[in-house]
T-cell receptor
Framework: GDSVTQMEGPVTLSEEAFLTINCTYT??????LFWYVQYPGEGLQLLLK?????DKGSNKGFEATYRKETTSFHLEKGSVQVSDSAVYFC????????????FGAGTRLTVKP | ETGVTQSPTHLIKTRGQQVTLRCSSQ?????VSWYQQALGQGPQFIFQ???????GRGNFPPRFSGLQFPNYSSELNVNALELDDSALYLC??????????FGPGTRLLVL
């Protein structure tokens, strides 16, 4: 079945460093891809999404491009802040296959001042 | 416009007990999904409800059941609780093919 694999964490960066969190997926169809963020003690917030190949999702300085040829959706940010410290989840959804959303295991990011 | 809300925020139960968790969907959303998120893991799909009918189910036993009401709010019921049921339970709502939005979750501890 469809699945998502994320780079293992934790990831620790200094403020203003460049961030990349790798995400690859396996899917039989043409899924939509998402990044969600979870702050301590909270639920998931949608960070960005892309619904088809070559789409770029962006929000709050974060970006990810849907790469069908490499089945990837890597999350990037040029300059991280302390407030970006959270757990990031890559996810896919293909409503033509099923009604569920498949998540990666999450990557914990800590940004130090 | 209010977002997805869940109650209670925290809950402690003992093995063998039953629990009911509640979710109010975002205004205008007719589809509700429930997820279980164990500590340190990503959310796992339990089931989805659309217009009061179950509309997809993940790999969870029948002791996990649910309801959706005419106002699209929803309940998750878990019978015969086991220690491994300790997790954050997330509710998400959406309308049609749009993106789903998550509530803050209910943290369940089974002792």
């Amino acid at each position: 079945g469809d699945s998502v694999t994320q780079m293992e964490g934790p990831v620790t960066l200094s403020e203003e460093a460049f961030l990349t969190i790798n995400c690859t997926y396996t899917a039989t169809g043409y899924p939509s891809l998402f990044w969600y963020v979870q702050y301590p003690g909270e639920g998931l917030q949608l960070l960005l999404k892309a619904t088809k190949a070559d789409d770029k999702g962006s929000n709050k300085g974060f970006e990810a491009t849907y790469r069908k040829e490499t089945t990837s959706f890597h999350l990037e940010k040029g300059s991280v802040q302390v407030s970006d410290s959270a757990v990031y989840f890559c996810a896919l959804s293909d409503r033509r296959q099923s009604n569920d959303m498949r998540f990666g295991a999450g990557t914990r990011l800590t940004v130090k001042p | 416009e209010t977002g997805v809300t869940q109650s209670p925020t925290h809950l402690i139960k003992t093995r063998g007990q039953q629990v009911t968790l509640r979710c109010s969907s975002q205004s205008g959303h007719n589809t509700v999904s429930w997820y279980q998120q164990a500590l340190g893991q990503g959310p796992q799909f339990i089931f989805q409800y659309y217009r009061e009918e179950e509309n997809g189910r993940g790999n969870f036993p029948p002791r996990f059941s649910g309801l959706q009401f005419p106002n699209y709010s929803s309940e998750l019921n878990v019978n015969a609780l086991e220690l491994d049921d300790s997790a954050l339970y997330l509710c998400a709502s959406k309308s049609g093919q749009e993106t789903q939005y998550f509530g803050p979750g209910t943290r369940l501890l089974v002792l």
